[in-house]
Every structure is written in C-alpha cells, then in structure tokens.
C-alpha cells in the first residue's frame, strides 16, 4: 500500500515540475528552445538519480510531451516541421541517455557503498572469528618478534591489554618466565631459520603475577624464500600441567611406599604398576602394563573372583589374603586391599589394588604356634609331674606314721597269745602295704623330677627373644612396655629350649600380671641377662624385673609352694613348676623385692662349659 502511495507521489512531484516549468516559460517572452529543453532535462536527472531509472523514463516521457506540445509549435512556428520533429527527438534521446547515465552513477555509488559495508563485514566477522578461539591468534616479526597483531583472548589469558603487546616491541620475551627464556628464543629462531612449525611450552608471567603455562603452535609466513613473519596459537594449559605435576607427585609417591600398588582397569588390564610391585614381583611396569593381573601372579583367591568382584562394585572395597606367584616362580602371600575409583558420575573406572607382602609374617605366626603348641604340651606334663611330686610329698607322711603306728602296735603284742596271731599277721599287712605304697609314690616322685628333656647348647638371648614375641601381643593389651637387655654373646647354657621358654614366660606373665593394678605409664617390664660371677660356678644370669605390687616378706618363703597362690583364677603351680626345672638343670630360680616398686625373678643356669665340667 505503502508503495503505491510512493510511486503515485512521485509520478505527481515530476509531473508538477514539467508544468511547473511549462508555466513558468509560458509567460516567458521569446525564449529559447534550448533553454526548454535545458530546463526541462533537470527533472528529469534528478529523478533519474534520486529514484531510479523507471522513474526517470516516465519523467522523460511527461517532459518529452510537454516539450511538444507547450513549446515547439509556438516557439518555433517559422520553423518547418521537420526541424519540430528533429528536436523533439534529440530532446527525447538526450532525456533517456541522461537517464541512463545518471541511473549508471546511481548504481555504482550503490555497488561502492555495499562493498565497502561488505569489507566492513568481513573484517568485523574475522575479529569475531579470531576472538572467539580458544587461545591467543598472534603474529610476528621473524627477526625482532615484535607482534603485528594478537588477539583479544591475549587479555583474558594473561590479563595484558593487547594494545601493549602491539607496542612493547620485546613484549613477549619481557613477560615470559625467566627459566623458560632460554629455551623458548631457541625454539623460535630455529622456526624462523629451518622454517618448519613447532609445537612448543613455556610459561608466561600473567599481569597479576600467576605463572601461566601455554602451549604455542607456531608457524611461519615465507616470502621471496626469507621467514618474514611469525604466526601461532597460545593455548592456555596451566590446569593440565597442574593436573600432570598432580598425577606425577601421586604417582611418585605412591612410588615411595613399600607396598605393591597396581591399578586396573575393569576390563582387567593394568594400567598403573609402582616400584614396590616391581620388587616384589618382579616384572617392570612397562612389561605389567596392558597385562591381566591374576593370569600374570598366578592368584590364588580365598573367594571366587566373581564374589570378591561383585563385593568391590557393591561396597567400594575388599579386603583379604592372597597368594601371589612372583616371575621366579616363588610365590608370596600378601594382605591384599582393594579400592574402587569410580568418576564423577558414579561409573565404575578402574580398581587400586595395594598388597603388603606377609609372607614372613605367615611363616612366623606359623612357627610361633607350633611353639605355643608345644609349649601348652610342655605345661601339661610338667604339671602333671608337680601335682604327683606334690601328692607324693603330703600323702608320705601320713603313709610313713601309718608304718610307724603298725609297727608300735607289733611292738605292744605279747607274742604267746595264740588268738593274736592274726591281729599281728593283719598289722604286719598293714605296714607291708605302707611301705610299699611310700615306695611306688617316692617312684612317681623321682619319675616326676626326671621328666626333663633334651639338653642342648642354647643362646639365652634367642631364648628371651623367642618368648618377648610371644608375648608382645598379650603386652600390649594391657599397655605393658617389655624392655630387653640380653647381649647376643652372653656365653651359651646346656637346656631343653621349651622348658626354658616355659619358665621365662610363666615369670613375663606373672610380672605383667603383677602391674596390672598400677598406672599404666609405669607398667614397665625389663629382662636383663648378665654373665654371674656369685655362685660357685660361672653362671648366666637373666632377671625379669617389674614396677608391679612387689613382694611381702612373709610371701617370700611360700611363692615356690604347690599350690600358693594370691590370684583369684590361679593355679599357684607356675613357679612351683619353675623352680623345679631350673633345678633339674643344676641352676636356681631367685624372688628379690627391687629397691623400690615391684620385684625381680632370676634365672641362673650354669654355662655350658661349667655343665659338662660337672
Ligand atoms: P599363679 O600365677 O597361678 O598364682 P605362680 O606360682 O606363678 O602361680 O605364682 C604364685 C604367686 O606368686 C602369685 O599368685 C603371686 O602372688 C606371686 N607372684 C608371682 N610373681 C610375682 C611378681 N612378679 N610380683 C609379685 N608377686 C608375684
């Protein structure tokens, strides 16, 4: 609607200038027609390049009629009509090439206008395109590297406005960090001379003072065979070589424990493999990695792997013994335990494997209850042989008055009464009997005494250490510290190893037990061994001394009794048993109070020189 408005409008407008025109010159007197037609090609020309040539036609044409008809005839009218023709026809040529000509101006000045908007566009679209990169768009003299242009990102990366990269000529090599220098230049000067990209990292000082870490793809612009300019894109990638130096320190780290680590993926195949599974197994990361774990250590399981495996998914870890089979084929037992890493969505990535080899420790716990085993067996006979020593000692007396009492009531009958006869034959029974049982007890008794056995030549010092391990556990449950102090030369002693482990522990247990009432800081316990001058012959000595409740003089006597005992659950056996071994093996077993809290229980045994001397 709009448009037919418009064109209507300036049909009107060029229409009421040719009349405006033809009136004008209507009252003119003697003009000329050359002036007419002058006056009347403006219009015309000024449509034609204000509107266009559709316009400028129509116009021609309106201006062409009024030309005819208001002017030529009576203008001209001495004029033939041929000449009237002639120069309604010029006017009408002159008034369509003016036309075209002005029409031709109009749209070359349109053409120039559009391109010019269009180089405009494009330009604006290259600042988009180079600052929407993710990294810094620069370019360089080759030799003076002085930047001809950087992107805006160069701001935001490094906080410097680019305007001063432009027009600090060494602004690059001012701002990089000081320990890059060197080999950053070199790098570059070799793009420029071997005029080959690089792909090269150095850090760069930020304009608040942060180290930046960039990557930097650079390449070069040749001309004529000469590098002229030097172009690249910096990537900034702080955030990966903090999350590269991160990987690296953990990795190193768990490089420093001991432990086998090991990572795999779910797929089981190892993708991590630290120092310490190289020692203890054997292959190098490079030949672990890729490989399956249990195939390549052989793993005995305590469970099906499928259980163990659904157990990690389920509670993110898992804990047990495995047995590994090293590359020289000897196997090892390790505590293993089992992380589940899984990433930010939950999903299930790989599983941290970390072993502790307990080989060592398997075999000593083995070993350690054999001991016990045997000790335990140990205990029994002695005991055994103690309660029949200890009968044997309290039924001897009554035994020996029912002999003495027999034998008096022998000694009162008169010998002539026949009917007594009997009596004296049942009393000397009696007697006969008695005898004979003091004779089979005081057996059992000596059978008891004997029942020591093998005998050979020990270190007293493994001894203790032997029983301070069995009893290191049990310490430390009731916050006892065991300190020992036996030199490894102390000369060697001639004993049964287990009846002498027997002993020393019934003396650790008895200490322990006796500083169970005092506080804990002071529950302190010492084994000392010493070479012993005292006795008749050289001895060694080793003494078990507490911090406990200590001894009463009227104790003293009674501690080695059968049967004495002050603890509620006691046996009152143990240092019965003791004294009777150290004795069977010709030393002494000694109860001193200490000089101040607690007492000392000694062992002396003879060397084993002195021994067989005697
Ligand atoms: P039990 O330990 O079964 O009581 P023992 O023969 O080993 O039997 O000990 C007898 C008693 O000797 C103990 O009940 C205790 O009163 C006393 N005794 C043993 N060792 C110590 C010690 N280190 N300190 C104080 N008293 C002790």
């Known amino acids: 609607m709009r448009t037919i408005a418009n064109t209507v409008l300036r049909l009107a407008i060029g229409t009421a200038a040719v009349l405006g025109i033809a009136a004008l010159y209507g009252y003119a007197v003697q003009v000329r027609l050359a002036v007419v037609a002058a006056t009347l090609l403006l219009p015309v020309l000024f449509v034609s390049s204000a509107w266009g040539l559709r316009y400028a036609l129509f116009q021609?044409?309106?201006?062409?009629l009024a030309y005819n008809y208001f002017f030529l005839p009576r203008i001209s009218s001495a004029v033939d009509t041929a000449w009237d023709w002639m120069a309604w026809f010029t006017f009408l040529v002159t008034g369509i090439t003016a036309s075209q000509l002005a029409e031709r101006a109009r749209r070359e000045s349109r053409n120039a206008d559009r391109r010019r908007?269009?180089?405009?566009?494009?330009?604006?679209?290259?600042?988009?395109?180079?600052?929407?990169?993710?990294?810094?768009?620069?370019?360089?003299?080759?030799?003076?590297?002085?930047?001809?242009?950087?992107?805006?990102?160069?701001?935001?990366?490094?906080?410097?406005?680019?305007?001063?990269?432009?027009?600090?000529?060494?602004?690059?090599?001012?701002?990089?960090?000081?320990?890059?220098?060197?080999?950053?230049?070199?790098?570059?000067?070799?793009?420029?001379?071997?005029?080959?990209?690089?792909?090269?990292?150095?850090?760069?000082?930020?304009?608040d003072g942060r180290v930046v870490w960039l990557r930097d793809l650079v390449s070069v612009v040749v001309e004529n065979g000469r590098a002229t300019r030097l172009r690249g894109l910096m990537v900034d990638v702080t955030r990966r070589k903090y999350d590269e130096t991160m990987l690296r320190e953990q990795a190193d780290l768990l490089n420093v424990t001991h432990d086998a680590i090991f990572v795999r993926t779910m797929d089981d195949a190892i993708t991590f493999w630290n120092r310490g599974a190289e020692a203890l197994y054997g292959w190098t990361a490079e030949e672990a990695a890729g490989k399956i774990p249990f195939e390549l250590l052989a793993t005995v399981f305590p469970a099906p792997l499928e259980e163990i495996r659904s157990d990690v998914i389920r509670f993110g870890r898992w804990e047990g013994e495995l047995t590994h089979t090293r590359k020289n084929g000897a196997r090892v037992v390790v505590a293993?335990?089992?992380?589940?890493?899984?990433?930010?969505?939950?999903?299930?990535?790989?599983?941290?494997?970390?072993?502790?080899?307990?080989?060592?420790?398997?075999?000593?716990?083995?070993?350690?209850?054999?001991?016990?085993?045997?000790?335990?067996?140990?205990?029994?006979?002695?005991?055994?042989?103690?309660?029949?020593?200890?009968f044997a000692h309290e039924l001897n007396q009554p035994l020996a008055a029912i002999v003495n009492?027999?034998?008096?009531?022998?000694?009162?009958?008169?010998?002539a009464r026949p009917e007594l006869g009997e009596i004296r034959e049942a009393l000397t029974d009696i007697a006969a009997d008695a005898r004979r049982a003091s004779a089979i007890i005081e057996r059992v008794r000596a059978l008891a005494r004997r029942s020591v056995a093998e005998k050979t030549q020990l270190r007293l010092a493994e001894v203790v250490a032997e029983v301070a391990a069995l009893t290191a556990t049990d310490a430390v449950v009731r916050r006892v510290t065991i300190h020992t102090d036996v030199p490894a030369d102390l000369p060697v002693v001639l004993g049964d190893r287990i009846q002498l482990q027997q002993v020393l522990l019934n003396l650790i247990v008895n200490a322990i037990d006796a500083m169970g009432a005092v506080h804990e800081s002071e529950r302190r316990l010492v084994i000392r061994g010493r070479t012993d001058t005292d006795g008749a012959q050289p001895a060694v000595r080793v003494s078990v001394e507490d911090r406990g409740v200590g001894l009463r003089a009227e104790d003293a006597s009674r501690l080695f009794e059968a049967f004495y005992t002050t603890k509620p659950q006691g046996m009152g056996l143990g240092l019965a048993i003791s004294r009777s071994i150290i004795e069977a093996h010709g030393g002494r077993l000694l109860a001193e109070p200490n000089q101040g809290p607690g007492a000392t229980f000694s062992i002396c045994l003879p060397t084993a020189q002195a021994s067989a001397a005697a």
């Open 117 to 207: 908007t269009d180089a405009v566009a494009a330009q604006q679209r290259f600042t988009d395109l180079v600052d929407a990169v993710e990294g810094v768009v620069w370019e360089a003299d080759a030799d003076t590297l002085a930047c001809s242009f950087v992107s805006r990102q160069a701001e935001r990366t490094l906080g410097y406005p680019t305007e001063q990269w432009l027009r600090e000529p060494a602004f690059w090599r001012d701002h990089l960090h000081p320990d890059d220098r060197a080999q950053a230049a070199r790098v570059f000067e070799e793009v420029r001379i071997e005029k080959r990209p690089r792909d090269i990292e150095y850090r760069m000082i930020a304009a």
């Open 405 to 415: 009492n027999a034998d008096a009531c022998l000694g009162l009958l008169p010998d």
């Open 60 to 64: 021609c044409a309106i201006s062409t």
């Open 336 to 390: 293993s335990r089992w992380t589940l890493r899984r990433d930010e969505r939950g999903v299930p990535l790989s599983i941290l494997e970390n072993n502790n080899d307990i080989t060592e420790r398997k075999a000593t716990e083995e070993t350690l209850q054999k001991m016990q085993a045997a000790l335990t067996h140990a205990t029994r006979v002695n005991t055994l042989g103690e309660v029949t020593a200890s």
